[in-house]
């Protein structure tokens, strides 16, 4: 088992280094320091202002370790990153630090509900779905989901403000206050969004996973024993069928922290997600790299604790 | 392209295009395998089928183009231009008035329209009829989902084929490579290469295509990596067959049924991801996205200008939903697994 943690470990910590070293190829070399200069400043800056904007944040040193052994940016990205060190915006000189701290509650206060209301609503939905197979309720079903599935995500959201924001007046188009009694109200409108454009692919996806533990022999067996059809659902069928549920929900953690670009960026939500977005229009290359950075590690977290929890429930992953 | 000119270009892709798909339907004729999935599809989704092809004669028309044989006014307006059949058919009604559908008179400043009701979806802010930009959007749509699965599918099958194929040293890398990029998150990578490549239609598609291969490619190395061990494949090997032809003649053939399933299933994804990078305003020109964000905020004035933001929308949900429909179609019929799950 120790063999195994150890392989799994040194396998995430070289995804991290690879990831970096895109990164860096991203937006070191095929974007040179004197374009992202240039995008700061604007197309006409004069040389002398390229070079001092490069000086001042950090970005006039040789590129590869081969140049110049003791300072040269490779070595200063991957020690930077790895120690969160992730220095000021290009932008606007502001720490980004703080600004991802500041961005976390607000995500969260988003995705952790969206995460849960979307379990909430799309099981019983599938399992109904499921329990109906083969008749007109099931295509039905499988229909009105991939009706779901192929409307964009801007026109609901673009939808949902006009209709329930705007006409109806229910809730607030959009908008952010962390004041635990206004906030559901804010928070309203991009849930009912979230929620309809996840419910397509999230129902359709349960549903695939119940049928197949239903065409299980156990399944068989318990209805050859006369259980009724609900409790087969219920005990057998929803019961195993959690193994796969679970996996997707802890492989989704990782993005909770990271947000929704979309739905934060239309809601006025001042999460990492609205960030993200203010970085791209700004050229803010220096955010944007950590922004992805930080996205690729929790990612890597996810699947590292995904992988190792199952080396310890099951003892055949362990020995492959 | 060395003296060649955009629309004789498009119109060369056009016929190769025609050519590809009648090649496509001998093949798939003398093939029962082949012919029996395509009726079996055929018949579960006649009218998505019609609806595809209807989008893909529309921008079949929007891409045969040629100089000259205007009449008289436009040609001062537009000289020595490329016009596409589409464009010909929308050169009359043009009219620089910003009019509801069916307007007999302008939206701003109420004056008389020299052509009532010809618009039939309106017009835009810019006096563009708003039918004619959804219409020459299906181009956009199908241009950015077929040529970034050229990119995409080509590039994950040669790594997933070989790596899956030849094992060792390479598929490691290949391996490594994949978890990497599939732990970057997708809509930033995409970005981020964006940024980097510059803005454009080939280089979306080719954006779209780097960070899209990776879902497939981990398929076909899973699935080459099966067929690697089966008995025909060894005994080709025992009779000495080269591994290029044993990957050619025996490998690929199998994964033809997931390239069909992917390709099918990436294309509305891929066009859905453009409406997203329109939004962030680097997507590509003249598609539905571009349409929709430019509308978005027509939302708020008084009257409500709808008809530009629900034609794009319209165009945009119509086409996704048929694809979709189709894939799954597509995904019952070729899919041994599903095939199984559903008896």
Known sequence: MGAYVLRRLGYGVGVALGVLFLLFVLFFTVTAPDDIARKALGEKAPQVAVEQWKANHGYDRPLWPWQDWDDNLLFDHYTKMLTFDFGLSDADDAPIMDRIQAGMGPSLSLTVPLLFLGLIVAIPISLLVAFFRETYIDRMGVFICVLAMSVSTLLYIIGAQFLIGKILRWYPISGFDADPLLLPRFLALPIIVGLMSGIGGDVRFYRTVFLEESARDFVRTARAKGAGEARIMSHHVLRNALIPILTRVVLAIPFLFTGSILLEAFFGIPGLGSITVDAIRANDFSTLRTMVFIGSLLFVLGQLATDLSYGFVDPRVRFE | ?343
């Open chain 2, 1 to 343: 392209m060395m003296g060649l000119a955009p629309h004789m270009l498009s119109n060369l892709v056009v016929l190769a295009l025609l050519v590809g798909l009648l090649g496509l339907s001998r093949w798939v004729r003398r093939r029962r395998i082949w012919l029996e999935s395509a009726q079996a599809i055929w018949q579960r989704r006649r009218l998505a089928i019609v609806v595809i092809a209807a989008y893909l004669s529309i921008a079949l028309l929007d891409s045969v183009a040629w100089v000259g044989g205007v009449p008289e006014g436009v040609a001062d307006v537009l000289p020595n231009q490329s016009l596409s059949v589409l464009d010909r058919l929308f050169l009359d009604t043009r009219e620089a008035s910003y009019s509801a559908p069916f307007a007999d008179f302008e939206w701003t400043g109420g004056e008389a329209l020299r052509h009532p009701g010809s618009h039939v979806l309106g017009t835009d802010i810019l006096g563009r009829d708003v039918l004619y930009l959804a219409l020459k959007g299906a181009r956009v749509a199908l241009l950015i989902g077929g040529l970034t699965s050229l990119i995409s599918i080509p590039l994950a099958l040669l790594f997933g084929v070989t790596a899956g194929y030849f094992g060792g040293r390479f598929d490691d890398f290949v391996f490594f490579l994949i978890s990497t990029l599939a732990s970057m998150p997708g809509l930033l990578l995409l970005i981020a290469l964006i940024m980097a490549l510059g803005k454009g239609t080939f280089s979306v598609c080719l954006a779209l295509g780097v960070t899209g291969w990776v879902g497939f490619c981990r398929l076909s190395r899973a699935e080459t990596l099966k067929l690697r061990e089966l008995d025909y494949v060894e005994a080709a090997r025992a009779l000495g067959v080269s591994e290029v032809r044993i990957i050619f003649r025996h490998v690929l053939p199998n994964l033809a049924h997931l390239i069909v399933i992917t390709f099918v299933l990436t294309f509305s994804a891929l066009v859905l991801s453009e409406a997203v990078l329109s939004w962030l305003g680097i997507g590509v020109d003249g598609s539905w996205g571009q349409m929709i964000d430019g509308a978005r905020n027509e939302l708020s004035r008084d009257p409500i200008i709808w008809w530009n933001i629900g034609a794009a929308g319209a165009a945009l949900f119509g086409l996704i939903l048929a694809v979709n429909s189709v894939g799954d179609a597509i995904r019952d019929v070729l899919d041994p697994r599903t095939a199984r799950t559903s008896e």
